[in-house]
C-alpha cells in the first residue's frame, strides 16, 4: 500500500484531534469536579451512580416519612398521657363518694368535674394533626368520638401505615375504639374497658347515690388507665423502631455518599499529573506534523 502525504497528513489530523480531545476531557473534569459528565463517559458507572441516585432519593423518602410519623405519634403519645391523667383524676373523684355518705353538694361537684373530665377526654380523642384526626382510623376529617349516646366512636379500625426502609413499614396511629372503646372483641388490644360509657355509668351511680355502681366505676378506671398506659408503651416501642429506623438509613446513606464521592468525584492531582502528560503529547503531536508537512521528495534527492 502506497503511503500518500495526504494519508500522512489525515493520521496527523487525527492523532491533533485525538490528543486536542483527550485535553478537553481532562480540562471538563477538572471544571466540573466529576468525573463523568453522560453515560457515554463510562456505562457502568453510570449506571451505578444512577442507582445510588435512586437509592439516596428513596432514602430521602423514608426519612421525611420517619419525621411525620415520629410527629404524629409524638401528638398521640400528648393526647394519651392527658387521657390518662384525667381518667384517674375521675377515679379519686369516684373513690372520694362512693362510701356513699357524701352529702349532696360534694357529689354534685364530682358530677361537675366528671362531666368535664369526660368531654377533655373527648376533645383529646379528636386531636387533629394538619386538619386529620389522628385517632379516627381511615375516617380522618371528621371527629372520631361523640359525647354520646353509645356508640361514641364514629370512626373506623384502619391501621395507617407509613414506608420506613426498603420493605419496611411502620403502623404510625391508634385506632379510637381500641384506646377508649373497646366494645368488640376484635379490638380489645390494650384493654377491655369502654372509658366514655364507664365515666356514663359512673355519672348515673353518683346521682342515684349507688355506692356498688360507684365502688365498680372506681374499679373500671382503674382498669382503664391501665388501658390507656398500654397504648402508650405501644406507642414509644414504635417510636424506638422508628429511631432505630432513622439510624439504619443514615448509615446507608453516608455509605452510599462514599461510594459515589468515590466514582463521580474528581481527583484533582491526578488530573494535573495527567494534564501535563497531555499536554507534553499534544505539543509533540504539532510539532511533528509541522516537521512532517514541511518534507517534500526533494529532501530526499
Given at each position: 500500500m502506497r503511503i500518500t502525504p495526504n494519508i500522512t497528513m489525515q493520521n496527523s489530523l487525527y492523532n491533533i484531534q485525538r490528543s486536542r480531545a483527550l485535553m478537553d476531557g481532562i480540562q471538563e473534569k477538572i471544571a466540573s469536579g466529576k468525573n463523568?459528565?453522560?453515560?457515554?463517559?463510562?456505562?457502568?458507572?453510570?449506571?451505578?451512580?444512577?442507582?445510588?441516585?435512586?437509592?439516596?432519593?428513596?432514602?430521602e423518602?423514608?426519612?421525611?416519612?420517619?419525621?411525620?410519623?415520629?410527629?404524629?405519634?409524638?401528638m398521640t403519645t400528648t393526647a394519651l398521657q392527658g387521657m390518662t391523667d384525667y381518667v384517674y383524676q375521675a377515679k379519686s373523684l369516684a373513690a372520694s363518694v362512693a362510701s356513699g355518705t357524701a352529702d349532696v353538694n360534694i357529689r354534685n361537684?364530682?358530677?361537675?368535674q366528671i362531666d368535664a373530665i369526660k368531654q377533655q377526654i373527648i376533645d383529646m380523642g379528636n386531636t387533629q394533626h394538619n386538619g386529620i384526626y389522628i385517632f379516627g382510623g381511615g375516617v380522618t376529617t371528621t371527629a372520631p368520638?361523640?359525647?354520646?349516646?353509645?356508640?361514641?366512636?364514629?370512626?373506623?379500625?384502619?391501621?395507617?401505615?407509613?414506608?420506613?426502609?426498603?420493605?419496611?413499614?411502620?403502623?404510625?396511629?391508634?385506632?379510637?375504639?381500641?384506646?377508649?372503646?373497646?366494645?368488640?372483641?376484635?379490638?380489645?388490644t390494650f384493654g377491655t374497658t369502654n372509658v366514655l360509657q364507664t365515666l356514663d355509668d359512673l355519672r348515673a351511680a353518683i346521682v342515684a347515690n349507688d355506692v356498688t355502681g360507684i365502688q365498680a366505676g372506681v374499679q373500671s378506671l382503674y382498669q382503664a388507665g391501665i388501658q390507656l398506659e398500654n397504648a402508650q408503651?405501644?406507642?414509644?416501642?414504635?417510636?424506638?423502631?422508628?429511631?432505630?429506623?432513622?439510624?439504619?438509613?443514615?448509615?446507608?446513606?453516608?455509605?452510599?455518599?462514599?461510594?459515589?464521592?468515590?466514582?463521580?468525584?474528581?481527583?484533582?492531582?491526578?488530573?494535573?499529573?495527567?494534564?501535563?502528560?497531555?499536554?507534553?503529547?499534544?505539543e509533540a503531536t504539532l510539532s511533528s506534523t509541522a516537521k512532517i508537512g514541511q518534507m517534500s521528495l526533494l529532501d530526499y534527492l
Open positions: 463523568y459528565s453522560r453515560p457515554s463517559d463510562d456505562p457502568v458507572s453510570a449506571r451505578l451512580l444512577v442507582g445510588i441516585n435512586d437509592k439516596l432519593t428513596a432514602g423518602q423514608y426519612d421525611n416519612n420517619i419525621k411525620k410519623a415520629e410527629i404524629w405519634m409524638k361537684n364530682a358530677l361537675t368520638f361523640t359525647s354520646g349516646p353509645s356508640p361514641y366512636y364514629q370512626g373506623d379500625d384502619t391501621e395507617l401505615r407509613v414506608e420506613i426502609g426498603p420493605g419496611s413499614t411502620e403502623t404510625m396511629n391508634l385506632v379510637g375504639s381500641q384506646v377508649l372503646t373497646p366494645d368488640e372483641a376484635a379490638s380489645q408503651s405501644t406507642v414509644a416501642s414504635r417510636m424506638l423502631r422508628l429511631d432505630g429506623a432513622a439510624k439504619m438509613n443514615e448509615g446507608t446513606r453516608n455509605t452510599l455518599l462514599t461510594v459515589y464521592g468515590n466514582v463521580q468525584t474528581a481527583d484533582y492531582a491526578k488530573l494535573a499529573v495527567e494534564m501535563t502528560q497531555q499536554q507534553t503529547a499534544f
